[in-house]
């Protein structure tokens, strides 16, 4: 069977940026980000060596991406992180440890939409195709985001076609997947206490089957998400062939389970979950935000389609 728990060095890890965010990224540093890029919090996660995981200069795999993004999403940390992870993955080397280092922001877009545009140094396209630079073209919109967050509308022009290993795309799922399962359980966790607390009727609102049972429902499915994304980055690290599927469907489910926790908790805050200072605002429109991102859904599945295929007209093992 198949340990999906953190070793000690990946435990580590988790720690450390549970220890930076519980210090500098809080609801109020959440609540001053929002609209913006928190350049100085990026610097100093940078600073923490997260973007240099799974390299050689900074060591460990997709098991350490996955158990960081799993911090950073419990604290519903900002930025572009999925796709930095992925830009090292194809960008040319001095390029790669510049982004390690947080000194250059990547967007990793579907024309004419680009996430962090604004803030952006480095550009990607990606499509069915593949990916490929992109320089954008004035004017260049501003985007006001359902997350937030400072995203552009331009066209572009199309740069060079970059080398995407099956590993890049892999890493930037599992990434995501663990940030969303992450994200979805903090936010059931602060409804469930919620529900523990909040009386009506004399009695907790926990008590009430209608709403302790969504919300064991969600966090059931939300462990699960977590497992897979955990699952996929051990595949990745061993460089199964299945890995590129394993991660697409650990992000579809982490999607799916995310989004489904953001409206079981909205209805247990009741009027509470529809303010924008309400608990569940900042990290329920980061996780719907995520969910948009590109590379879409579709990608996900092709790649399981892909897998599904290639097992269909594989030879029968041991056959001439």
Sequence with gaps: MLDLDFDDAQLAIADAVDKFCAERCGEEALRAAAGGFPAEL?????????????TPE????ALEIVAAMESLGRAGFPGPLDATFFAREVLPDAEAAAVAKGECVVSLGAPPLW?????????LEVDAGGVRRARLREPVEAVETLGGEPW?????????????PARAFALLDAARAAYQAAAGRRLVDDAAEHARTRRQFGRSLGEFQAVSHPLADCAISLAGAASLARGAAFCIDEDAPDARARAAAARLTA?????????????TFGALGATRDGPAFLRSRRIRQIA???????????ALLGCFEAASTAPAGGSA
């Design 292 to 302: 948009s991102l590109p590379p879409g859904p579709d990608a996900g599945r092709e």
């Design 115 to 123: 996430p962090w545009g604004p803030v952006a140094d480095v550009f």
């Design 255 to 267: 999607d799916r389970a995310a989004l489904r926790a953001v409206a079981v908790a909205h209805q």
């Design 58 to 61: 900074g060591g460990g795999g």
């Design 152 to 164: 552009a509308r331009a066209g572009h022009e199309r740069g060079e076609a970059l080398a995407v």
């Design 42 to 54: 990026w610097t100093e996660l940078a600073g923490l060596g997260v973007f240099a995981v799974a």
